[in-house]
């Protein structure tokens, strides 16, 4: 955002405005005592042209995924989005939308959020979708918190496989809840069939599988799912990746009765981690337990169409504690965007999109493997995700591909994925941005390391 320096007739202005006389008046309800009195130590003032200069030399010192390939993964992904989106979601009309509690005003709001949970429905295969999650952590952790609600039970089995900071954040909203988590232990990188039924037991509320999981590869939905629901009344939910969906087999099709998952590869970059949007999809049979905004179509006295905020008793100002939804920050400007990139792309877009990030990494994948000490970890079917083995501490691959100006991937072993993982394991995720020419880069990087 451009910054123009307001005149000492407008600041004046501005303080009348408010009803002080001078700037000191402005912060005369902070103690004298704790006021900073002296001149703050800044270099020289400088023209506007010397400024513009200078800002520029320090931004070309930023590295990212602006100016290298980057190939890091892990919940985080480096896609395209058109220059369209952000023309669009930059309009007054949009950046301030907010949908408030008298929620009719406003139609235009109301309308894209209902397109934004059509678009998600068809995506994932489920019966309804709501709007305006946080991001894919805490839809995962609703959904797990759902599955204990409806289902009167307390026990959940999660999959090693699910994001590590998922994990947490599901540890996170039942620790004071008398629920118990389970962790199912992976088999070659995925949850097996045999592995699920023996933890399953009558008072399993919910199972919980990533696919493609944190090592990237697909895990078997839909025999899970089949075992879980041997169980009365226990809960499957799948958390998904959006693009995946495109060409996958999608969480409606493999029997989930809910998914959750995050939004930012639909048209969100990657912004230093956030603000993402949380997808959270269901079976009809969930509508009234669903948390969120869950927004419906109708006519109205004239018979022309009319949208309005349903299920209001769900909301906290009407059921206070007792409400399913607490989420009401400006997701909705997050979903406009993320309707904005699939209405942009269409079905056969995403589905373009999908088939490069899945033949692209494969490429990538063999052109690693026929390294010398290289190896990928796992041999399952992966999406555009993969883990592999390296020769040596996966610090030094990392920082030996940054000195080439390529992000090479997640290191699995760091703090920040919970030290899953070897310390010779990096996690490499590939898109449609990647081209041939990064993608050997790369190779030729890790061929180097390697020797």
Known sequence: MDYTQITPDEQTQMLQAIGAGSIDELFSAIPEAIRFNDLLDLPPAKSELELQRDLSEMAAHNLGPHNMACFM???????????LIDQLISRGEYLTAYTPYQAEASQGSLQAFFEFQTQIARLTGMDVANASMYEGATAVAEAVLMAINTSGKNRV?????????????????????????VQLDATNGCISQATLRDALDDDTAAVVIQSPNIWGLIEDWE??????????????????NP???ALLKN?????????????????????????????FAAKKQFTRKMPGRLIGRTTDTEGRPAYCLTLQTREQHIRGAK???????????????????MTALGKEGLKEMAEQCYHKAHYLADAIAALDGYALKYDGPFFNEFCVTCPKEVTEVIEAAKRRGILAGVAPH???????????DLLIAVTEKRTKQEMDALVEVLQEVGQ
Request: glycine content about 12%; aromatic content about 8%.
């Open 73 to 83: 993964g892990a919940g985080a992904y480096d896609h395209f989005y058109p220059v």
């Open 414 to 424: 760091g703090r920040r994925m919970g030290r899953i993982g070897d310390p010779n």
């Open 223 to 240: 025999g899970c799912f089949k075992a879980a629901h041997e169980k009365d009344k226990t809960v499957a939910i799948a958390v998904f």
């Open 323 to 341: 409400a399913t939804s607490n989420i009401c920050t400006n997701q909705g400007l997050l979903a406009l965007r993320a309707t904005m990139f």
């Open 251 to 279: 969480p409606g099709s493999c029997g989930a009765d809910i998914a959750a998952g995050e939004g930012q590869p639909l048209g969100v970059s990657m912004s230093f981690g956030g603000p993402y949007l949380g997808l």
């Open 157 to 181: 089995l999660v999959a090693a496989t699910l994001h590590p900071e998922y994990r947490a954040v599901i540890n996170t909203y039942l620790d004071e809840l008398p629920a118990e988590v």
């Open 243 to 245: 693009i995946a969906c």
